[in-house]
């Protein structure tokens, strides 16, 4: 599985950014996909998660961010609103695959920076 994420840029407070993270390879078995992030200093946090067409949010970004996938471009997307200097960050994309057994793969996408500037 590769992953390739793209979309982040430079953006003033308040606005929007659409993060697209596309999905390659044997790709039949992820189970679910997700956006995280990391900000200078930080440790990696879980942004917003998808499978089975559920969603969960981290509550920094509940009613700003959506989380959205196009199964035919094996593509998940992050629609990020009403942006915040704190939700500058690298943003990864990050996919699940269920292998037998219970076993799990995890397969990280290389990170787009979105910087927010007041």
């Known amino acids: 599985v590769q992953l390739q994420a793209s979309g982040g840029g430079s953006v003033h407070t308040g606005g929007s950014l659409t993060l697209s993270c596309v999905a390659s390879?044997?790709?039949?078995?992820?189970?679910?996909m997700a956006w995280y992030r990391q900000a200078p200093g930080k440790q990696r946090e879980m942004v917003a998660e998808?499978?089975?067409?559920?969603?969960n949010y981290a509550d920094s970004v509940k009613g700003r961010f959506t989380i959205s996938g196009d199964a035919a471009k094996s593509t998940v997307y992050l629609q990020m609103n009403d942006l915040k200097v704190e939700d500058t960050a690298v943003y990864y994309c990050?996919?699940?695959?269920?292998?037998?057994?219970?076993?799990?793969?995890?397969?990280w996408g290389q990170g787009t920076l979105v910087t927010v500037s007041s």
């Open positions: 390879g044997s790709i039949d078995d992820i189970t679910v």
């Open positions: 998808m499978w089975s067409g559920n969603t």
């Open positions: 990050k996919a699940t695959e269920q292998g037998g057994t219970d076993a799990r793969y995890y397969y």
